[in-house]
């Protein structure tokens, strides 16, 4: 081929002939190479790949995916972007998904149910080969579009949160366990008066934290004081302002448990313009990692909850679901969360314990 042809095939998308003339294969060949076909020996394979390279060849995917019915995107719905805590599940989940060959596509749907919908019937009409869902609060409960991508074939697997009353494929965490622990600790310090600031009541892991607060309480003997119970979002504004409101009630609680990080982030900013300080004047546990937690002093209390491993259990589940190596039955992972205590709850008096915590917080970076 002349420099005069390659650079008029530079100037536009090399042809499939072109490439395989230029390997000296067949087209059948290149096919398999863009398939990932095991038909192609290694030496095949590599020429292949180097005359695309030289010819500047990209193939069409879209027409791929008409003939093939299938895409190699997998898209992945997150409820909220900002949240530290999800960018941890999608690096997991994209380093499984990447290394089987598919594109991952990621929407952000900021808790909005309908915003939820609209992606996806988005992704159904491109033909995403599988899908990776946390849902938004769904007062209605109306699942319809979960639905509908599953009787498409589209795979589903929900991540972290499950829509209520659908049986279906996802990985999350033991919140019953993770908040009741955390509890059980700030009981075994004497709390009596333990104030929660949970998530929306629509979100299935916000009701699985009330349960764990409710449980642990219960074991103690505790009765649970409504007046120590608030209800926010999972974000900064509702952490602050239930702080504050609940600090300048009285009798104020002696310790809080707030059930995210995000949250946990906006009770600091509370705690700090009302001057009152951790644990001397109140005793503050979080349920997740508070972003820059390691950072603050007191070190806070925390439920750590796996979030890598929550986007590789979810990939992989995808994926088996994708190879058909799965029965049809839905599968649900539950991953364990860990408690690690801090000065924010004990102390810095404690040196023992806050020692075995800074420790186990080093082996965590």
């Keep these: 081929m002349s420099s005069a042809q390659e650079t008029n095939i530079h100037k536009r998308n090399a042809t499939i002939q072109e490439v395989a003339r230029r390997a000296k294969v067949s087209v059948g060949t290149v096919s398999n190479v863009l398939n990932n076909s095991n038909a192609v020996s290694g030496l095949l394979q590599r020429r292949v790949e180097q005359a695309m390279r030289d010819l500047n060849y990209h193939p069409n995917n879209h027409a791929r995916s008409l003939k093939s019915r299938r895409s190699s995107v997998i898209g992945i719905v997150i409820s909220n972007i900002t949240n530290p805590f999800f960018p941890l599940v999608l690096r997991g989940a994209e380093s499984v998904i990447v290394r089987h060959g598919y594109m991952l596509t990621i929407f952000n749907t900021d808790d909005d149910i309908e915003r939820e919908r ?37 795979p589903v697997v929900c991540l972290d949160r499950t829509p209520h009353g659908l049986n279906i494929d996802s990985v999350v965490v033991d919140n019953v366990r993770g908040s009741a622990m955390c509890v059980r600790h700030l009981v075994d310090l004497g709390h009596r008066k333990i104030a929660i600031i949970n998530g929306s009541s629509w979100l299935q892991t916000a009701r699985d934290r ?80 508070i972003p820059g937690g390691r950072m603050l002093r007191p070190l806070i209390t925390s439920v750590i909850q796996p979030a890598y491993d929550l ?18 039955d839905p599968v649900t992972i539950t991953l364990q969360a860990e408690l690690i205590i801090g000065e924010s709850t004990i102390g810095s008096g404690r040196a023992a314990i806050s020692r075995r915590s800074k420790n186990v917080l080093r082996k965590r970076k």
Excluded at 122 to 138: C, E, K, Q, S, Y
């Design 118 to 154: 609209q992606i996806f019937s988005l992704l159904r009409t491109h033909r995403v080969d599988g899908m990776l869902a946390v849902v938004a609060p769904n007062p209605a409960n109306d699942i319809a579009h979960i639905v509908q991508a599953i009787d498409m074939g589209i």
């Design 210 to 289: 009330y349960k764990g607060y409710e449980m642990a309480l219960d074991e103690a003997n505790i009765k649970i004081d409504r007046n120590l119970v608030r209800e926010g979002d999972f974000r900064f504004d509702s952490g602050y302002k239930m702080t504050k409101d609940l600090l300048l009630n009285h009798p104020r609680p002696t310790a809080l448990f707030v059930a995210n990080g995000t949250m946990g982030l906006g009770a600091l900013q509370g705690l700090n313009e009302l001057a009152i300080h951790c644990p001397e004047q109140i005793a503050l546990a979080v349920f997740d990692e």
């Design 311 to 328: 986007g590789v259990k979810a990939g992989e589940l995808l994926i088996s679901r994708l190879t058909g190596k799965m029965s049809p």
